[in-house]
């Protein structure tokens, strides 16, 4: 296994072992699908050499290009093994960043940001405690890699 897989398949371990997320008090991630969305692909720490169809709700597509995204701001990540001819496969599971800025939740909170993980449409959501020291903490646009604004 490679070095990128071996990361993954440890993280996507230490998420079964995390604690369950209220979403209850969260932004909601229902209909997701529908969002806008992008599609990148290939190698990533973190998610390894697959396909992730990312989606973005209205809030976040506000993001006014520089300074933080706004609170209530969603970005689903859907990542997914990569078929043969480099189209999404299988859902492995997917990653929500919810955006609340000061707002008391019981989540633990990053920067103003909720981290949480699922195993699929409708599965608990678990807070991984790698997701922000790991990877976003160094992301260039308020934890995020990419500006989803319009």
Request: net charge negative.
């Amino acid at each position: 296994m490679s070095k990128g897989g071996v990361l993954l398949a440890w993280a996507a371990g230490l998420v079964g072992c995390a604690p369950v997320v209220d979403v209850s008090e969260l932004p909601s991630i229902d209909g997701y699908g529908t969002w806008y969305s992008i599609e990148f692909s290939g190698p990533v720490p973190g998610h390894g050499d697959r396909v992730r169809p990312v989606f973005v709700n209205d809030v976040a597509r506000t993001y006014p290009h520089g300074g933080p995204y706004a609170d209530g701001s969603v970005i689903v990540k859907e990542i997914r093994a990569r078929n043969a001819d480099n189209s999404a496969g299988a859902l492995r599971y997917i990653a929500v960043m919810r955006k609340v800025g000061d707002t008391p939740v019981s989540a633990p909170v990053d920067d103003g940001w909720v981290f949480t993980q699922l195993s699929g449409p409708g599965a608990a959501e678990r807070s991984p405690s790698l997701c922000w020291s790991t990877c976003h903490r160094q992301a260039p646009i308020d934890g995020a890699w990419y500006d989803y604004g319009e």
